[in-house]
């Protein structure tokens, strides 16, 4: 009977001990890790230029309106309209010109009162060092304005961390619009 109640014992300290151990597993989904162990040494500022092409029409659209503006003030600023958008980005304003990526995302008409857009859209980069890494911009673009500044919320590849922000400048209106990007970026 002692050795049975003994054995009931360990058993029983055996099993709370266990308990403890799944607990403390429970709680290790997460922990500090220096810069250096993912291999972060200085953060540097790239500074990209390139042109974004807007083709809303002809036979190969890159943009294309997936929700038509409300009715009320559709004329003034359409309002409601949601466009999605592949557009490529070329080095010059010629659209024949080197590619270097593409702007993939959306863009909605959120304004009653003026021509202004929410854009949310990722630069996703196709040529050199930058093939494969992305940039994702979240912000206002009041598109008759000279400049348009838009936030950069993050980043892939070699833009992880990223941070900094987008200009915008209209190039040209017809037939379609070209506007040029100068995009500042702080990453690892
Ligand atoms: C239309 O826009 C004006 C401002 O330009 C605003 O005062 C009005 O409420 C809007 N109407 C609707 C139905 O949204
Ligand atoms: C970009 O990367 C893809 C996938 O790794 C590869 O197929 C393509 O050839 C690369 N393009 C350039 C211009 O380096």
Do not use: W
């Not at 949601?82 to 024949?96: E, F």
């Not at 854009?119 to 996703?124: A, D, G, Q, S």
């Not at 209209?170 to 619009?177: E, I, L, M, N, V």
Request: net charge positive; proline share 5%; hydrophobic share 40%.
């Amino acid at each position: 009977m002692a050795q049975f109640t003994l054995t009931f014992q360990t058993i029983f300290i055996a099993c709370c001990l266990s308990l403890a151990t799944a607990k403390s597993d429970s709680g290790s989904f997460s922990g500090n890790l220096s810069p250096k162990a993912l291999g972060l040494k200085k953060e540097k500022l790239t500074h990209l230029h390139f042109y974004f092409h807007d083709i809303v029409a002809g036979p190969r659209p890159t943009a294309v309106r997936v929700a038509e503006p409300t009715a009320a003030n559709s004329s003034l600023s359409l309002f409601g309209a949601v466009t999605v958008m592949d557009n490529p980005l070329t080095i010059t304003p010629k659209l024949r010109s080197k590619l270097v990526g593409r702007a993939q995302g959306i863009y909605a008409s959120d304004s009653q009162n003026e021509p202004s857009l929410l854009m949310v859209f990722n630069l996703v980069f196709t040529a050199g060092k930058f093939n494969g890494s992305s940039l994702s911009i979240l912000g206002r673009n009041a598109v008759f304005s000279s400049v348009r500044e838009m936030p950069i919320v993050g980043g892939s590849g070699v833009f992880r961390f990223a941070r900094g922000y987008a200009e915008a400048r209209t190039y040209s209106f017809d037939p379609y619009a070209i506007v040029g990007y100068d995009v500042y970026a702080f990453h690892y």
